[in-house]
T-cell receptor
Framework: GENVEQHPSTLSVQEGDSAVIKCTYS??????FPWYKQELGKGPQLIID?????GEKKDQRIAVTLNKTAKHFSLHITETQPEDSAVYFCAASKGGGADGLTFGKGTHLIIQP | ETGVTQTPRHLVMGMTNKKSLKCEQHLGHNAMYWYKQSAKKPLELMFVYSLEERVENNSVPSRFSPECPNSSHLFLHLHTLQPEDSALYLCASSQQERTGELFFGEGSRLTVL
């Protein structure tokens, strides 16, 4: 089955700096790659996703890049703010949807004031 | 407010107790999920219901018993649990054949003594 590795497990950055979280996947048939953000005491919430027919997608301060050849994808957050502090999960699936998602272990992002 | 409500938010039970977790979604979705979230581990998919039929059961021990009486409600019945079952149990819903986004509830924090 699919295996998703996520790094780093903890990332601390100064407010205003950029943060990058990386994930690799094992199944070359995977074609859908969402990122979820989980704030303390809440459930995960989708913040951005990318499908295998594109290499990059942006939404304001967040962006995701996908390298199908190397089987890795990354989340980029620019101009970090205190409200970006949370745990971020990457995931991958073959069906293009919510079913069959395999999640990474998560990255705890800490924004230092 | 994600449109997915879970009760109770916290539950402490002994190994011989029987309890149930409840999930209700107000989004008109046709699929519902139970996930287990343990510290430093990826989100683990337990059960999937699509159109009120169970379509996935990921080798979950029989001490966990799901029930989906209609497309808006999902239960997880618990009996003779073990301390290692202590975790955050997350319910999610999605509208299949659409974007693939999972909408999570805030979770039920279970402690087994």
């Amino acid at each position: 089955g699919e295996n998703v590795e996520q790094h780093p497990s903890t990332l601390s950055v100064q407010e205003g700096d950029s943060a990058v979280i990386k994930c690799t996947y094992s199944d070359s048939a995977s074609n859908y790659f969402p990122w979820y953000k989980q704030e303390l005491g809440k459930g995960p919430q989708l913040i951005i996703d990318i499908r295998s027919n594109v290499g990059e997608k942006k939404d304001q301060r967040i962006a995701v890049t996908l390298n199908k050849t190397a089987k890795h994808f990354s989340l980029h957050i620019t101009e970090t703010q205190p409200e970006d502090s949370a745990v971020y999960f990457c995931a991958a699936s073959k069906g293009g949807g919510a079913d069959g998602l395999t999640f990474g272990k998560g990255t705890h992002l800490i924004i230092q004031p | 407010e994600t449109g997915v409500t879970q009760t109770p938010r916290h539950l402490v039970m002994g190994m011989t107790n029987k309890k149930s977790l409840k999930c209700e979604q107000h989004l008109g979705h046709n699929a519902m999920y139970w996930y287990k979230q343990s510290a430093k581990k990826p989100l683990e998919l337990m059960f999937v219901y699509s159109l009120e039929e169970r379509v996935e059961n990921n080798s979950v021990p029989s001490r966990f018993s799901p029930e989906c009486p209609n497309s808006s409600h999902l239960f997880l019945h618990l009996h003779t649990l073990q301390p290692e079952d202590s975790a955050l149990y997350l319910c999610a819903s999605s509208q299949q054949e659409r974007t693939g986004e999972l909408f999570f509830g805030e979770g039920s924090r279970l402690t087994v003594l």
